[in-house]
DNA sequence: TAGATTGTTAATCGATTAACAATC
DNA sequence: TAGATTGTTAATCGATTAACAATC
């Protein structure tokens, strides 16, 4: 196992690997080679070997891997385990459809509470989490401390709304607004979801075939 | 400019030159230099001329590029001029939440009409959008010729959905389910949208800081 | 044991950065 | 003109792939 610094590039191939082992797991494998799930991925056995081998030795020579176990181990590296803690703060029709579908325990977040300004909204629940108002949030993360702000409010209220979470601890952001955010403020994350992106790549290549 | 296969770091670059530009044109910017691109980008000059070299000639030496015609530069090299016609399958939460709140338009496509089995929503309109019944979604494509089909229905359903649609001639796939497509056909291309990648990420990086 | 497959080192490939002549 | 900045070529850096000894 070489100690270096992780590469973006395996950072996030990292969800992937799980999500498929995952998947594997799921439909009873028990052992899968680095060629099979390479396979299965579009991937050379080779990346995944090296990959892996930034993080440990989890496979065993002549074998492969054992498929609940790479899975633990690859959930362990991205903190599946570290019950991280969530709030939603929008609920919208974004936000409500993730409160409504999306699986934050899966992937080891305890979804808390969910903030809104609508008064409609307030105080209702869904999906058993209950929305608060904007009004109440400062002082619920200051107690409550959560680690990550999902973000699905107006775009202009983004950057101010960060910054104001940042100061109260808040250091992980799911950002589903358009803006890309920033802060000068160390060990403070971003992951902004472009859904425009994704669509314009779409574009480009059915543009060209 | 040099002609060659476009790389797909290159490629993914793109859409986010594009909102920059787009940012730095409603906000009035006339001109603007690699460098000075670069750094609100969070890249390099080098990288940036680098990259729209691959396309042609865009600046100015002495000058820089001019925002407002390098933003319908690549523009045109996204394909948002092509009027690409889009579908949405599935209006659940999810799909309400697009129809609802992401401007279609504005990336260069032009939402046509919904898909969805529930009888409630058969027949009304989102934002001026109808949502039809699933048993005409056959019907439809085949006369009508979409070019892009979101997909946002549960999970089992995507892959052969997708392979009923690519024989209609759908080209483009934007996939909302959490299961990587693929298909044998040619020209058909999937944006696979997995919120829980990225999710996986943040809780990577907060996990070691 | 023989076959399979790992983890790792070395080789290759490609992407990013630096440098600079050209020129607005 | 002088200064700025491009497009492109060359240099560097890093990521991917190939190869193989180790070993289950």
Chains 1, 2 share one sequence.
Request: proline share 3%; charged share 20%.
């Amino acid at each position: 196992m070489k100690k270096q610094r992780i590469s973006d590039a395996v950072i996030h191939r990292l969800p992937r690997y799980y999500r498929h082992l995952d998947d594997l797991h799921n439909k009873g494998t028990v052992r899968i080679s680095s060629s099979l799930l390479g396979e299965k991925m579009g991937i050379t056995a080779s990346q995944i070997r090296q990959d892996l081998s930034c993080f440990g030795e989890f496979g065993q020579q002549g074998y492969g891997y054992n498929v609940a176990e790479l899975r633990a181990e690859i959930g362990h590296i991205l903190g599946v385990e570290n019950g991280h803690r969530i709030i939603v703060i929008g609920a919208g029709h974004l936000g409500h459809a993730l409160l409504q579908n999306f699986d934050f325990a899966k992937v080891g977040f305890q979804l808390d509470t969910a903030f809104d300004i609508s008064p409609e909204l307030i105080g209702t629940q869904i999906r058993g989490v209950t929305i608060r108002s904007m009004e109440e949030l400062d002082e619920y993360v200051a107690s409550y401390r959560p680690d990550v702000a999902v973000l699905t409010v107006p775009q202009n209220e983004a950057q101010p709304l960060a910054a104001r979470l940042i100061e109260l601890g808040i250091r992980g952001f799911w950002n589903f607004t358009n803006v890309e955010l920033s802060t000068e403020v160390p060990g403070v994350f971003f992951e902004d979801v472009h859904f425009a992106d994704t669509l314009l790549t779409l574009s480009y290549r059915i543009s060209r075939s």
